[in-house]
């Protein structure tokens, strides 16, 4: 039974005609006032997460629920669907049960806010906004268990609620939620800035209502959606084929020894419609690697990668989601049955645009970008200092970003939109931690005529006894080149102990105590390469060297043969690459992945240095 | 010596403004700039101005300049080679930077970073340690260091920044290096980022102390020679330069921390728009400067600019305070197009600059502009007899503007104003950026409109934030100039101190303040700014233990000491409750303290005009037709020149000017005050 909304006015709106002026500039107040959402929260926030990181995401939606402004597409659609109750002026609502909302957001710690916005009795418009929380219970501090196997092992789960009803907050509901959280203050400050965020897109919808008029906001909402529709229509037309495209990757392991899992997606054209099936796609996992994938935000994923690889003028919103159909097994990873555990489907969230990206360019391979940093790894440190203070800190961690038709990805940089990096004096100064390196690591960019990123180092030193956590992956399958481009390097963790022992870590592993003394190598992966290596400018590479971001030694693999770390060897280096230009000509295929499941499998023990994991098995959950 | 000198250097004309302190007389002069070595236009406009007064140069003791140098350095790239010293380990801190891309979700499939101000293969690491509290974790490796100082020389840089891990805490090991690489190089200057912005987070720190190293050459270059071509002419004149934040710096100062001056220009304007409205009784303040290529928006309250710590010039974006100007690319250049996807209308930013410039200029641009659309709907003279500093060409206009007409299908008269609203509506964003979105109303703030395009859209944006009056002042073209010679000598001396409340004491941080204030006094000290004028306010950044924003309060130092922190803390928790609705009941922090120290405000006025009734006719040049609120009406066109004080002028008008023009809506009346201000509101009818 859906929700039901409670309207004092009934007046239904009025449809009116707006000149094209009128529609641009209520366009561009609304994306003002999503922008002011950030700004308020962001510097309102307290964990490192929202205010540093900006793990956090705004949406203004128009009064049916589609997103006009915003990032990840509506989260009101699923909501609605799954709340019984009512929907009144003055209520605010609060969960973080994915689901209960269809998934709208896809773990536990993603708190999703979202505010009905009424004016004189009739719902005009809706303002929400998600935040990932440090921390909200369970087993593991972080709330992320590498070895969960159900939702209820990753912390309080709380069902769409009334939070705030006829605008006064229901105290008694907060308290029980943050009596759970390890770092309750965290949370209440961080739930404040997201309240005080949708709060003032209240405000800006209704002072654009009272400028505008209550019909032309609403019509203007409408026509917004509807020029976004029209624009996307000739843009999935024109680009997208009717032959069947298919594409697969991988999540390399789940955290208990066993992997990969496969993600497979079929993509073509039906006429107008563009249609997604996520058929072939492993069963769900026994872990916390699931990905509750709700199908409209997929959309919105396919349609942004869509306008930003073909036509960034577009200004994107929910209009286009008539043209596209998602079909996802129920079951599968990315639809799990309740109550399986999601905690960590970042990975499986990640490598879907890795996914996209392999499907959209293969038709299109001008437009094609490698694969890359689409994930967002984890470390969390955790502990008491020597004067007895609880300390907890998760960090989003970056890397390489692919090798682009645009040109080179960026070193250590992040693929997610508006995340930045937590400034290591910051880290120093707030956690027991003393940073030895921040760097890049020379050749774990794949080479290519556009040079895919360099993986990030970060070397943490640890001040104090405590556990850490990490999640990662591409540790096995490699982020793959494109177009000839080479793969980007694998990641990998070294925790040097403070007698000098070194020991590899498993890509997701939780509670690793440490002491005092001991330094974790946090190596992230590198992007993977777009293109000839052997056609990039030997200048360019001589460069690269030049700065250290590739050795003199990696400098062979683009053909430039160096004299020393200034110096190239052009006669050398016109051997060199003669002789690649012919080893290429056969070559067909325009991904390179680095070789098969198999092969890498065959391989993983001598190159990695840890056991290959188990083929999956899988355990048949019916849905309930 | 009693005179004061103000320049102010444009992308076109060069400034100039000279008050006598004694007894308030005023002349300007204008000259064409000169690009190339703009202290050439500066001292022609000095020849000029002193031929037009008949003053000789030697009676001017000060001059005060607001100079683009260090911000064109950063737009055109044009800096030095620099080179960086970071701590091992942190080779990359450029590189990296916030690991941020821009653009929203798949951003990053069209993003292109832009090279770091220090190339990466110039960035050494010093062997060296200190910790978040301070303490050195590991001593300064002098013999690795030496060696990697001569790489550097030997690679050729220009200029030397150190910027270490925690150096804030300690700036020991900055210094250090400092005195090593005199010793290795003492032909380049050297940059600390102890000196700079000894600030919490190394990534901001380096970036701007490597942008006072890229710029310093040039700057240093530019103040030494325009100080010797000024002391050859005036004797022992004095230079000052106008700071981002408004204050005024010794050349010295300037050469050494050009970093200051990215804003120095806007700056001008903000200060001459503040001396000119508190005469004309307007304290409260949101400033439009528009141009030809871009807009600056600020915001004063009880007469002070509000500063914010940071600056950002093109792509870079420093820790260095500024005054809050806004910038949105929405000048009268400003390209209207029509995307063929979504049939949107887009106004910018891409702008026809000055070659070829709009249309209507008649220089072979074809693109529709924003004065092409103004030309349009007939608020710019028609003919250059009723003013105007050169003919416009309305039918190449007219021709322009028609492509946006039909690609929308709209009236060529729509098509026109329906650029204006859309252009109106980016500068509407702006002004929002810094008035309601910091917790402002601008219905408690006049709105002053200066710069070549500013009056004519002055009047639309005042109806769009309900801010009255609209001020136009006399010479909006000028205004900078006026801003450079009439500002005070202001210096600052800041400190980053992390501590809870509860973790240090109102006396320790009394005594910070108060070690801050003797070091900003040192400057004015050797301006020779007797101490009695010189006036002293202090500033704590504040938050809330755990958060990330720091929120500015002033800190009244006796109020401190009679009821402890608590006399800021107190004002840090109404401020947050304006900014964001709620405060917090938990541990305050200390991040920053700092002092400020001016020199006393000048006496000089502006000059009145001549008194008359409230009938402009005398000013009428002619009628001519406009578009204005979706109908055809006449309007009439006066000459500034000829107002006097008390017109009062009915809209639809049209006020003409040597370098602008300025427009009153229907419905409007302007009033001319003493001054010559154009003070326009709406028209109330009497109910």
Known sequence: ?624 | MPYTLGVDVGGTFTDIFLVNEDDGKIFTAKVPSTPHDSSIGVLNGIEKVCANSGLSARDIGHVMHGTTVATNTVLTGSGALVGLVTTKGFRQVLQIARSYVPGGLGGWVIYNKSEPMAPLELTVEADERVAADGAIVRPLNEESLRERLEFLKGRGIEALTVCLINSFANGAHEHRIRDIAAEVMPEIPVSLSFDVIPEMQEYERAVTTVANSYVRPKVQTYIQNLTRELQLRMGNVKLHVLRSDGGLASSASAAEYPVNMLMSGPAGGVAGALWIAKQAGYTNLLTLDMGGTSTDVALIQNAEAQIRRETTVGDVTVRASSIDVRTVGAGGGSIAHVPELTGALRVGPQSAGAEPGPAAYGNGGLEPTVTDANMVLGYLPKSALLGGDMQLDGDAAARAVQKVATAMNLSLDKAAAGIVDIVNENMFGALRLVSIEQGYDPRDFALMAFGGAGPLHANALGRLMSSWPVIIPPGPGVLCASGDATTRIRDEASRTFIRRFRDTSAAEVVAILRELAESAATSLNSEDVARADQRVTYQADLRYHGQGLLLTVNADVEAIVAQGLDAIGSQFDERHKQLFTFALDVDKEVVNLRAVVEGRETRVSAPRIEKSDSDPSAAILAKQTVFMDGKHCEATVFARAKLKSGNQIIGPAIITEMDSTSVILVGHVGDIDDFGNILIRPIVRSS
């Open chain 1, 1 to 624: 039974m859906p929700a039901q909304l409670i309207q004092k006015n009934q007046t239904p709106f009025r449809h009116t005609d707006l000149d094209p002026i009128t529609l641009d500039i209520i366009e561009n107040a609304l994306k003002n006032a999503r922008y002011e959402m950030d700004a308020v929260l962001f510097r309102t926030a307290m964990s490192p997460g929202i205010r540093e990181q900006h793990d956090a995401f705004p949406m203004i939606a128009n009064c049916e629920g589609k997103m006009v402004v915003g990032q990840f597409g509506s989260f009101i659609h699923g909501f609605t669907e799954g709340y019984e109750g009512t929907i009144e002026d003055g209520d605010i609502f609060l969960t973080n049960d994915p689901y209960s909302c269809r998934g709208a957001i896809s773990h536990a710690n993603d708190w999703l806010v979202l505010m009905p916005i009424f004016k004189d009795g009739r719902l005009i418009a809706w303002a929400s906004m998600f935040g990932h929380m440090t921390d909200i219970g369970g087993k593991v501090p972080g709330s992320l268990p590498t070895d969960a196997r159900q939702i209820y092992e990753e912390g309080i789960v709380v069902p769409p609620t009334k939070i705030y009803r006829n605008n006064e907050l229901q105290s008694d509901i907060l308290r029980i939620i943050l009596h759970n959280c390890r770092l309750p203050h965290w949370n209440r400050s961080d739930f404040n800035a997201v309240i005080a965020a949708c709060n003032l897109a209240a405000k800006r919808c209704v002072e654009l209502a009272n400028r505008f008029g209550d019909d032309e906001l609403f019509s203007a909402m409408d026509e917004l959606l509807e020029r976004n529709k029209r624009a996307m229509s000739k843009l999935i037309a024109s680009t997208i084929p009717e032959a069947k495209q298919t594409f697969e990757d991988y999540l390399c392991d789940d955290g208990m020894g066993m992997g990969p899992y496969k993600i497979a997606c079929a993509m073509w054209r039906d006429g107008d419609k563009v249609i997604f099936d996520f058929a072939g796609t492993d069963p769900q996992s026994v872990g916390s690697i699931n990905f509750l994938l709700n199908e409209e935000m997929f959309k919105m994923f396919a349609g942004v990668f869509m306008i930003m690889v073909f036509d960034p003028q577009i200004m994107f919103n929910d209009g286009f989601y008539d043209l596209m159909e998602v079909r996802i097994p129920q079951g599968c990873l990315l639809k799990p049955n309740h109550p399986a555990a999601l905690s960590c489907r970042t990975h499986a969230l990640a490598r879907i645009f890795d996914v996209l990206s392999g499907l959209l360019g293969q038709g299109n391979p001008d437009f094609l970008c490698a694969a890359g940093f689409s994930d967002s790894p984890h470390f969390m440190y955790s502990g008491y200092t020597s004067s007895g203070e609880w300390y907890q800190l998760y960090q989003i961690g970056f890397g390489g970003v692919p090798g682009r038709p645009a040109g080179d990805g960026p070193d250590g940089h992040s693929l997610w939109p508006s995340f930045t990096n937590v400034p290591n004096e910051f880290l120093e100064c707030n956690f027991p931690l003393r940073i030895e390196n921040y760097v890049t690591l020379a050749d774990t960019g794949g080479p290519g005529k556009h040079r895919g990123g360099n993986a990030l180092r970060i070397s943490y030193g640890f001040l104090e006894d405590g556990e850490i956590s990490i999640h990662d992956d591409r540790w096995l399958t490699y982020p793959w080149g494109v177009n000839g481009g080479l793969p980007g390097r694998r990641s990998r963790k070294i925790l040097v102990h403070i007698d000098g022992q070194e020991e590899l870590m498993d890509s997701k592993r939780d509670r690793i105590k440490v002491l005092a003394g001991d330094v974790l190598h946090f190596d992230t992966w590198g992007g993977g390469g777009w293109g000839k290596p052997f056609e990039r400018d030997a200048a360019i590479v001589a460069k690269d060297v030049d700065r250290g971001l590739v050795t003199v030694e990696g400098a062979r693999r683009y053909g430039v043969v160096m004299h020393d770390s200034t110096h190239v060897d052009a006669a050398a280096t016109a051997t060199l690459r003669e002789e690649m230009r012919i080893a290429d000509s056969a070559r067909t295929e325009i991904f390179n992945r680095g070789g098969t499941i198999d092969e890498l499998k065959a391989r993983c023990l001598a190159e990695t240095g840890l056991q290959p994991p188990e083929t999956p098995v899988f355990q048949v959950r019916r849905a309930g």
